[in-house]
């Protein structure tokens, strides 16, 4: 692993030498640009429009525009600055629980080994926060950028989440469309809480993949190899009329044995009901009327759940 960091945590009068290393990894194909007519990559220049020319790394420096076309300049050194002594430091202040922390805070994670010095430091810290159950909440500035962070225990090691300031995360009130009081139908809830029952497993992260990374990933050795690529044909979505069916037909799935209903099972209803309707309309002059449902507006008036189980 790569060191991007170097420092130490400190809590109280203690110092715990530390070098951290990222925790996770994008894992997204990287495709360049082309030229298409002659199949050309594509680079970028970094050019002044008023000098017209190309422009050096060190010419370059950084500025806030705090009008339109007029900016203040602060050169590495200034900024570097500003950040002062905290850049070597993860500063514990207050210490928590896990579970207090909403998981939209959590930002970035990242591993936190011992020094080259200060190993029983590390230890006693892991220790501590591991009999306690508490986490610490620090502050930290990694590459001129202040972020508030999560000092936690995963496995033998300590763990850091960077998080989000408050003043970063929007306020669900911002989201549109939101229902003030949520108006459900006590059958239809009782149900998705058994599809939900029904579904839950422990988390076993090895058991979700990229799909769309596999199929591109074979898409990329079949054209190395000179092959033609075979789009399959999507699968066309039905709409969903009734929520209660949807859910029953979802709870039937998933027991033991269930069958998911297949595109036929789901149309089978809908041609009885219209065979039903024709003989009702071929009874003899002196019977009651026959009375049509009216027709469900398509791609409108869908709930999210309906969405899902009628895919």
């Given at each position: 692993?790569?060191?991007?960091?170097?420092?130490?945590?400190?809590?109280?009068?203690?110092?715990?030498?530390?070098?951290?290393?990222?925790?996770?990894?994008?894992?997204?194909?990287?495709?360049?640009?082309?030229?298409?007519?002659?199949?050309?990559?594509?680079?970028?220049?970094?050019?002044?429009?008023t000098c017209?020319?190309?422009?050096?790394?060190?010419?370059?420096?950084?500025?806030?525009?705090?009008?339109?076309?007029?900016?203040?300049?602060?050169?590495?050194?200034?900024?570097?600055?500003?950040?002062?002594?905290?850049?070597?430091?993860?500063?514990?202040?207050?210490?928590?629980?896990?579970?207090?922390?909403?998981?939209?805070?959590?930002?970035?994670?990242?591993?936190?080994?011992?020094?080259?010095?200060?190993?029983?430091?590390?230890?006693?810290?892991?220790?501590?926060?591991?009999?306690?159950?508490?986490?610490?909440?620090?502050?930290?500035?990694?590459?001129?950028?202040?972020?508030?962070?999560?000092?936690?225990?995963?496995?033998?090691?300590?763990?850091?989440?960077?998080?989000?300031?408050?003043?970063?995360?929007?306020?669900?009130?911002?989201?549109?469309?939101?229902?003030?009081?949520?108006?459900?139908?006590?059958?239809?809830l009782?149900?998705?809480?058994?599809?939900?029952?029904?579904?839950?497993?422990?988390?076993?992260?090895?058991?979700?993949?990229?799909?769309?990374?596999?199929a591109?990933?074979?898409?990329?050795?079949?054209?190395?190899?000179?092959?033609?690529?075979?789009?399959?044909?999507?699968?066309?979505?039905?709409?969903?009329?009734d929520?209660?069916?949807?859910?029953?037909?979802s709870?039937?799935?998933?027991?033991?044995?269930?069958?998911?209903?297949?595109?036929?099972?789901?149309?089978?209803?809908?041609?009885?009901?219209?065979?039903?309707?024709?003989?009702?309309?071929?009874?003899?002059?002196?019977?009651?009327?026959?009375?049509?449902?009216?027709?469900?507006?398509?791609?409108?008036?869908?709930?999210?759940?309906?969405?899902?189980?009628?895919?």
């Open positions: 692993m790569h060191t991007v960091w170097k420092g130490a945590i400190s809590f109280g009068l203690v110092h715990v030498p530390v070098k951290m290393f990222a925790a996770t990894e994008e894992k997204d194909i990287a495709m360049r640009m082309i030229h298409k007519p002659c199949t050309t990559p594509l680079s970028y220049v970094r050019k002044c429009s017209e020319t190309e422009v050096e790394w060190e010419e370059i420096t950084k500025g806030y525009e705090y009008e339109p076309g007029r900016f203040v300049l602060f050169d590495k050194d200034e900024l570097e600055s500003l950040a002062g002594e905290a850049t070597k430091e993860i500063k514990i202040l207050d210490f928590v629980d896990l579970e207090e922390i909403d998981p939209i805070y959590f930002q970035k994670t990242y591993y936190l080994a011992p020094g080259d010095t200060g190993a029983g430091a590390y230890s006693l810290l892991h220790e501590a926060l591991n009999q306690t159950g508490k986490i610490g909440l620090a502050t930290v500035s990694i590459r001129s950028k202040s972020s508030l962070a999560a000092i936690r225990i995963v496995d033998r090691c300590i763990v850091m989440e960077t998080i989000f300031y408050p003043d970063e995360i929007r306020p669900v009130a911002q989201v549109p469309n939101l229902p003030e009081v949520p108006k459900v139908n006590e059958k239809e009782t149900m998705a809480k058994m599809l939900i029952e029904q579904l839950s497993v422990p988390f076993e992260p090895e058991k979700y993949t990229d799909e769309y990374r596999s591109l990933l074979e898409a990329i050795d079949r054209k190395v190899s000179g092959q033609e690529i075979q789009a399959a044909p999507q699968q066309q979505r039905t709409n969903v009329i929520l209660m069916a949807a859910l029953q037909a709870l039937d799935a998933v027991k033991p044995g269930g069958v998911v209903p297949t595109e036929a099972a789901k149309a089978a209803p809908k041609a009885k009901s219209s065979k039903a309707a024709k003989a009702k309309d071929e009874k003899p002059a002196g019977s009651e009327a026959p009375v049509t449902a009216p027709k469900a507006k398509k791609g409108k008036g869908k709930s999210d759940l309906q969405e899902t189980v009628g895919s």
